[in-house]
């Protein structure tokens, strides 16, 4: 009985979109920190709706973020943040890992409504 409500669990888990693709965050963006340390990069994500909101801390402004918003239009394109930091596009990816990605492409939804990630070089200035 055990076999067989693995065996069932695991085809759900298959069958519901657990392995399907998410929008997830550009790593860094476009604005430059210095040439020895790079740009800055993430630091944490928001999801609402169809919406996802990407922070980065700013250069030229220390102590605030910029915010990089994509939605579903146009293929997940920037629809809000500065176009000369943010990338014009969100990004793929197949692994799908909740705390990273903020939207799940199989579901369609949020993972959840904030994450973080705290890559290298996302601390405010």
Not at 25 to 35: A, G, R
Not at 56 to 74: F, I, K, L, Q, R
């Amino acid at each position: 009985m055990i076999r067989f409500a693995l065996a069932i669990s695991l085809l759900l888990a298959l069958g519901t979109g657990v392995s399907a693709e998410c929008e997830a965050c550009p790593n860094c963006d476009y604005e430059n920190i210095s040439i020895q340390q790079g740009d800055a990069c993430l630091n944490y994500w928001t999801c609402s709706g169809d919406t996802i909101s990407c922070y980065y801390p700013s250069v030229a402004n220390p102590g605030t973020w910029n915010t990089c918003s994509y939605a579903p239009a146009n293929d997940w394109a920037l629809v809000s943040g500065p176009s000369d930091i943010c990338f014009p596009y969100a990004g793929i990816n197949s692994k799908c890992e909740p705390g990273n990605d903020p939207y799940n492409l199989g579901i369609p939804g949020c993972t959840a409504s904030y994450g973080l990630v705290d890559e290298g070089n996302s601390q405010l200035l």
